[in-house]
T-cell receptor
Framework: QQQVKQSPQSLIVQKGGISIINCAYE??????FPWYQQFPGKGPALLIA?????SEKKEGRFTISFNKSAKQFSLHIMDSQPGDSATYFC?????????????FGKGTTLSVSS | DGGITQSPKYLFRKEGQNVTLSCEQN?????MYWYRQDPGQGLRLIYY???????QKGDIAEGYSVSREKKESFPLTVTSAQKNPTAFYLC?????????????FGPGTRLTVL
């Protein structure tokens, strides 16, 4: 049973465009939703995260939009750049204490063409 | 230079052999994790440990074993009971002082069974 569903599997965006990746979850007990970025051959790194008490969080060109009633959240990358080409994973967990297991989506491979 | 180290980077194993993957962190983090990554499957949790001498099974623990004798070390043994061990293995850690349970990942070990 996949608890976090991520789409699309792959995405091609032109330089300067907006990249949008969507995730949906089932478990209403989830209350922490991070996004991780992974470059080929490297480990993932935290990009941005949100708690369900806010509907949007922005950090530079990256924005998380959160819809609690729909149990959906999305990552928007504004003014996409070739350096943003990577695999992006959404995740969810119950709580945000150390030792809390994260449930990851299957990932979206983003290619930004110049 | 703080971080997580995994060794070796590439590992080849014959069928029927056990193999141990190393993970060391000097971030003074309490919690450590092992994930398995397969193409198109995202990250799946194998084992995690919140404190020394304690660990819990993740979603796909069968065929794997771990130990946590020291805070900075969390080795993973892939046993011959693991039916399909060829994958990219990622170790991560997180601090109880982090507001977002940010998990820091190592560079990974790519295991190939011959």
């Amino acid at each position: 049973q996949q608890q976090v569903k991520q789409s699309p599997q792959s995405l091609i965006v032109q330089k300067g465009g907006i990249s949008i990746i969507n995730c949906a979850y089932e478990n209403t007990a989830f209350d922490y939703f991070p996004w991780y970025q992974q470059f080929p051959g490297k480990g993932p790194a935290l990009l941005i995260a949100i708690r369900p008490d806010v509907s949007e969080k922005k950090e530079g060109r990256f924005t998380i939009s959160f819809n609690k009633s729909a149990k959906q959240f999305s990552l928007h990358i504004m003014d996409s750049q070739p350096g943003d080409s990577a695999t992006y994973f959404c995740a969810a967990s119950k709580g945000n204490q150390a030792g809390t297991a994260l449930i990851f989506g299957k990932g979206t491979t983003l290619s930004v063409s110049s | 230079d703080g971080g997580i180290t995994q060794s070796p980077k590439y590992l080849f194993r014959k069928e029927g052999q056990n193999v141990t993957l190393s993970c060391e962190q000097n971030l003074n983090h309490d919690a450590m994790y092992w994930y398995r990554q397969d193409p198109g499957q995202g990250l799946r949790l194998i084992y995690y440990s919140q404190i020394v001498n304690d660990f819990q099974k993740g979603d796909i623990a069968e065929g794997y074993s771990v130990s946590r004798e020291k805070k900075e070390s969390f080795p993973l043994t892939v046993t011959s009971a693991q039916k399909n061990p060829t994958a990219f293995y990622l170790c991560a850690s997180s601090s109880s002082g982090s507001p977002y349970n940010e998990q820091f990942f190592g560079p990974g070990t790519r295991l190939t069974v011959l």
